[in-house]
T-cell receptor, first 112, second 115 residues
Framework: DAKTTQPNSMESNEEEPVHLPCNHS???????IHWYRQLPSQGPEYVIH???SNVNNRMASLAIAEDRKSSTLILHRATLRDAAVYYC?????????????FGQGTILTVHP | KAGVTQTPRYLIKTRGQQVTLSCSPI?????VSWYQQTPGQGLQFLFE???????NKGNFPGRFSGRQFSNSRSEMNVSTLELGDSALYLC??????????????FGPGTRLTVL
């Protein structure tokens, strides 16, 4: 799995958009990009994943750079409940059965 | 559908003892992964089980072991506990359609404290 680099922390105000960046410059052509988040005192939860094209779901959007060396998780309107640690993970699949390689993630603070 | 459940939620043990943690995956999920989370090392992969077989293993000593039953429920065991084993142990289950795109669903974890 490619190494990912994320800012240690970011802050946002409630109801404003948040752009969480991730660098994965050594990503291979078949690695998917996954985002998980961990709310306080809970296990991680899936947010979104993609390969090449931008992706949207009810929680967030994922913008993937054309060269795939970076991606951005977009929360369109942050709420207090979005305060969490956000993890960007690249998954090579294949024989990496059930293994997600978590980095340190980005601590997102949302101010009321 | 019920989520991933882990028991017990909290556990206190002393050095040298052993401990068994249990995980019940989401109904229909066949893969169970285990992770250790500590403030210093973050989230680290322990091992993954599918159809009662360990398919993948992280870089942990042999004191850490696990197994999966025919109903996909899984247990992990830590023998000869050390102070450094104090951590949040997380279990995650997935459907197993594709190892590169499968979503993992995590339980709330078991908080183990070793005194």
């Amino acid at each position: 799995d490619a190494k990912t680099t994320q800012p240690n922390s970011m802050e946002s105000n409630e109801e404003e958009p948040v752009h969480l960046p991730c660098n994965h410059s050594t990503i291979s052509g078949t690695d998917y990009i996954h985002w998980y988040r961990q709310l306080p005192s809970q296990g991680p939860e899936y947010v979104i994943h993609g390969l090449t094209s931008n992706v949207n779901n009810r929680m967030a959007s994922l913008a993937i750079a054309e060269d795939r060396k970076s991606s951005t998780l977009i929360l369109h309107r942050a709420t207090l409940r979005d305060a969490a640690v956000y993890y960007c993970i690249t998954n090579a699949g294949g024989t990496s059965y059930g293994k997600l390689t978590f980095g340190q993630g980005t601590i997102l603070t949302v101010h009321p | 559908k019920a989520g991933v459940t882990q028991t017990p939620r909290y556990l206190i043990k002393t050095r040298g003892q052993q401990v068994t943690l249990s995980c019940s995956p989401i109904s229909g999920h066949r893969s169970v992964s285990w992770y250790q989370q500590t403030p210093g090392q973050g989230l680290q992969f322990l091992f993954e089980y599918f159809s009662e077989t360990q398919r993948n293993k992280g870089n942990f000593p042999g004191r850490f072991s696990g197994r999966q039953f025919s109903n996909s429920r899984s247990e992990m065991n830590v023998s000869t506990l050390e102070l450094g084993d104090s951590a949040l142990y997380l279990c995650a289950s997935s459907l197993v359609i594709s190892s590169s795109t499968d979503t993992q669903y995590f339980g709330p974890g078991t908080r183990l404290t070793v005194l």
